[in-house]
């Protein structure tokens, strides 16, 4: 069984008690607080040497939240030797992302993304300078311009059909569908179609690709020592052998980026380019599929929801028989479900971590450099500050509003803000529209047969880095033409 973070915490509390570690961290740790003569963020107590380690939880985004109910939203904690400041609301965001967004545009590090990820080369990863500048540019400009994400255009639209084509087929033996499996089977197709210009699915080789999509997804939010111990690294190889996980995976996931990039001619292969392809399947494939399933569960919790979308987009389809993505623009009903269900779920409910460049002051307090920031999505997504009925599923509360995700309503930023916001954020948002708006158009749905009681109980999230269901969603399909 996989350990938790409690459980390596307080294991190496226990540890470090007998060397005698925890009063050496105790000294450090007070006397870099007291060196200070200005003021720090308000800090719960904490313990020797775990500092703050122990109140995450299994769901920190939770945990967290609960915890600045208390010592407000710029709170400051002790993650192992790492301080770090979490920020749970919308007006804390905007300093971080926005007054004081070149000081908070690098990223700590984490020893597996080091791993995964080519020494942290790679976009999201890497460290604020010229070559994460590079790579910025090179994503908005070519990849994912506006531009480009049109031209993928068909490419969605026949991977979308394919998906229904199978659905409608599964329906016929009357049985629940695994719409979990469905939905990123879907979502990994169409990001191996983007990246290597043809299909995958021939021999299985999506499958092979998802597989190594998931472990590299695990490991990036698993628990390491190193990245809260810097000073006991080498206790990850003695006794976790997380390193040796990771390089296996890495060497996987390596190979298959020399498949994809050697498929493509007149190309050279260097870790650049596999940086670059590692963030469109890595990120690409979870945010789209989260945003799918939870979709899915809330409309089909909310049959009134459900029943008012459906009307929308049946009412394209009468006037066209089908649905493209031109048809997406008059559907102002669909664009505020996809909108509550980031806001409701967010697929990252905490941002990726950021880290100071500089000291700096945010509301007179005194921030110092090498200070690691997790910014709380989900807590500021459920503020009753900016939202009624705040753990509600109300798409209603969009309409005619002019709240966007787009990084500039700092009450909703489920794609960030600022220089690190995601890139690829429209082109998640393209591929969720057309294929909910499919799903919805051409099905009816309802929860597996005597499973109402138990999806009631169980509208959870499973823990990890990203914000997935955890218990898959199981659903009757039946569909609506011959």
Not at 60 to 75: D, N, T, V, W
Request: one cysteine or more; hydrophobic letters at 40%; charged letters at 25%.
């Amino acid at each position: 069984m996989a350990l938790t973070i409690l459980q390596v915490a307080l294991g190496l509390s226990l540890m470090a008690s007998l060397l005698l570690l925890p009063l050496f961290y105790f000294l450090v740790i007070t006397k870099r607080t007291s060196s200070h003569k200005t003021k720090l963020p308000p800090s719960p107590p904490k313990l020797p040497l775990i500092g703050n380690l122990h109140q995450l939880g299994s769901l920190p985004h939770c945990s967290l939240a609960s915890l600045s109910k208390k010592y407000g939203p710029l709170m400051l904690l002790q993650l192992g030797e790492i301080p770090t400041l979490i920020i749970s609301s919308a007006d804390m965001a905007r300093e971080i992302m926005r007054t004081h967004d070149l000081i908070f545009a690098s990223r700590p590090l984490l020893k597996n993304a080091e791993i995964l990820l080519y020494g942290r080369m790679d976009m999201a990863f890497s460290p604020y300078g010229e070559h994460w500048r590079q790579l910025k540019k090179l994503c908005t400009i070519h990849l994912l311009s506006t531009k480009r994400v049109q031209s993928y255009k068909l490419a969605r639209e026949e991977e979308v059909a394919f998906m229904v084509k199978n659905i409608t087929q599964c329906s016929l033996l009357h049985a629940p569908i695994d719409m979990s499996e469905v939905l990123f089977s879907f979502v990994n197709d169409n990001i191996c179609r983007l990246v290597s210009g043809k299909f995958l699915r021939e021999g299985g080789r999506n499958h092979f690709f998802r597989k190594a999509i998931e472990e590299i997804v695990t490991l990036l939010g698993g628990f390491r020592v190193e990245d809260y111990f810097p000073s006991l690294a080498w206790l990850e190889g003695w006794f976790l052998g997380l390193s040796k996980r990771a390089r296996r995976a890495f060497k996987i996931w390596d190979d298959v980026l020399d498949e994809v990039i050697k498929e493509h001619e007149n190309r050279d292969k260097d870790d650049g380019e596999k940086d670059f392809v590692d963030d469109m399947f890595v990120g690409g494939t979870d945010t789209s599929y989260i945003v799918l399933e939870w979709a899915m569960a809330e409309l089909v919790r909310n049959p009134n929801i459900m029943k008012k979308l459906q009307n929308e987009v049946r009412e394209v389809t009468m006037k066209s028989g089908t649905i493209s993505e031109n048809d997406l623009n008059t559907m102002t009903y669909l664009k505020a479900v996809i909108k509550e269900t980031l806001r409701l779920h967010p697929p990252a409910p905490l941002l990726t971590p950021r880290e100071s460049m500089k000291d700096c002051y945010i509301k007179d307090y005194f921030i110092p450099k090498n200070t690691r920031v997790i910014i709380n999505d989900w807590a500021i997504s459920r503020d009753p500050k900016y939202w009624d009925a705040p753990d509600e599923f109300r798409p209603e509360r969009f309409i005619n509003s002019s709240i966007d995700f787009r990084g500039n309503d700092f009450q909703f930023i489920p794609f960030g803000a600022g220089r690190r916001g995601c890139p690829g954020m429209q082109f998640a948002v393209s591929t969720v529209e057309l294929a909910l708006a499919n799903l919805v158009c051409g099905f009816e749905w309802e929860l597996a047969r005597g499973a109402m009681e138990e999806r009631e109980l169980h509208m959870t999230e499973a823990p990890g880095l990203t914000n997935r269901m955890e218990k898959r969603l199981m659903l009757f399909a039946t569909p609506i033409r011959a």
